[in-house]
């Protein structure tokens, strides 16, 4: 953990290097802002419908522990807001929800 998917309609998919670039960004501001293991990040988009609201929608689940403090991610998503506009031209609805550790039971 942390696990990033970023939601957004099929038809605005950018360009491979594109996402390419965006998941490198991710990947830093998950390892750098959240201070997670690098393989423990999860970066995942998924193509969809859109039907109303903004046109992506980010969420993002991670490990509840003591310096993920309400300060560091509204740090962590202003700059993912400003991640996925500037590689996808799409403002994105972010929502994070965190774990506790005694609640996540996980495979690979």
Do not use: S, W
């Not at 998924?46 to 993920?68: C, D, S, T």
């Not at 996808?88 to 609805?93: D, E, I, K, N, V």
Request: net charge neutral; hydrophobic share 45%.
């Amino acid at each position: 953990m942390p696990n990033v998917t970023i939601f957004m309609p099929t038809e605005k998919m950018p360009p491979d290097t594109n996402l390419a670039e965006l998941t490198d960004q991710c990947t830093q501001l998950c390892t750098e802002v959240l201070e997670a293991a690098l393989e423990n990040v999860h970066i995942i988009y998924v193509g969809v419908r859109h039907g109303r609201g903004n046109p992506a929608y980010a969420e993002i689940k991670y490990r509840l522990v003591p310096f993920r403090t309400q300060a560091v991610m509204a740090v962590f998503m202003e700059r993912l807001e400003g991640i996925i506009k500037a590689n996808t031209g799409l403002a994105a609805r972010i929502r994070c929800f965190g774990y506790a550790t005694q609640a996540i039971h996980a495979r690979n």
